[in-house]
T-cell receptor, first 116, second 107 residues
Framework: GAVVSQHPSRVICKSGTSVKIECRSL??????MFWYRQFPKQSLMLMAT?????????EQGVEKDKFLINHASLTLSTLTVTSAHPEDSSFYIC????????????FGSGTRLTVV | SQKIEQNSEALNIQEGKTATLTCNYT??????LQWYRQDPGRGPVFLLL?????KEKRKERLKVTFDTTLKQSLFHITASQPADSATYLC??????FGAGTRLTVKP
């Protein structure tokens, strides 16, 4: 149980276009999801906290107009990278928590975004 | 602001030995701390969660300790195997992660 499905796993897009990444909790409801980006050989950098039915909370330095997060249901959160540029190329990962004592967070498999 | 540090970027050990990884944090009092494993190109996988009122927690060959006075958690893998080679990440309860320690277990 506790699976988070993330799509697409890889995407290549042209500079200036937008890309949407989806994360779905398959067998549980996720009121909160977290979005991260990870550069090669670096750790996970928290971008934003996505809350179902309300606006996302962005970390300092993350442009909310560039990284649009929508959490319209208890099982789906999306991250849209708008007007992507090569410097946005990274590994994007989402996570959600199962409401079970002493259980951590379940992560999606990640999306490798390459902007050319 | 709080800071979370994993002191070793990389750790190499021989198969069968115990690997010990360190996680330190400052300017924060987490209700719990977590440890994850991440393989290249994959999302992290949850391993263990330890609460502030717990000193130690075990799961199979894994052991985690939590010292709120030292603001430190230690993560141990006993009888290590080459399959344990991965990056291990600690995270506070606010889901911020340390930089990770890349563990390599040599046969």
């Amino acid at each position: 149980g506790a699976v988070v499905s993330q799509h697409p796993s890889r995407v290549i897009c042209k500079s200036g276009t937008s890309v949407k990444i989806e994360c779905r909790s398959l067998d549980f409801q996720a009121t909160t999801m977290f979005w991260y980006r990870q550069f090669p050989k670096q750790s996970l950098m928290l971008m934003a906290t996505s809350n179902e039915g309300s606006k996302a909370t962005y970390e300092q330095g993350v442009e909310k107009d560039k990284f649009l997060i929508n959490h319209a249901s208890l099982t789906l959160s999306t991250l849209t990278v708008t007007s992507a540029h090569p410097e946005d190329s990274s590994f994007y990962i989402c996570s959600a928590r199962v409401d079970r004592r002493d259980y951590g967070y379940t992560f999606g498999s990640g999306t490798r975004l390459t902007v050319v | 602001s709080q800071k979370i540090e994993q002191n070793s970027e990389a750790l190499n050990i021989q198969e069968g030995k115990t690997a010990t990884l360190t996680c330190n944090y400052t300017n924060y009092s987490p209700a719990y701390l977590q440890w994850y494993r991440q393989d290249p190109g994959r999302g992290p996988v949850f391993l263990l969660l330890i609460r502030e009122n717990e000193k130690e927690k075990r799961k199979e060959r894994l052991k985690v300790t939590f010292d709120t006075t030292l603001k430190q958690s230690l993560f141990h893998i006993t009888a290590s195997q080459p399959a344990d080679s991965a990056t291990y990440l600690c995270a506070l309860d606010d889901m911020r992660f340390g930089a990770g320690t890349r563990l390599t277990v040599k046969p």
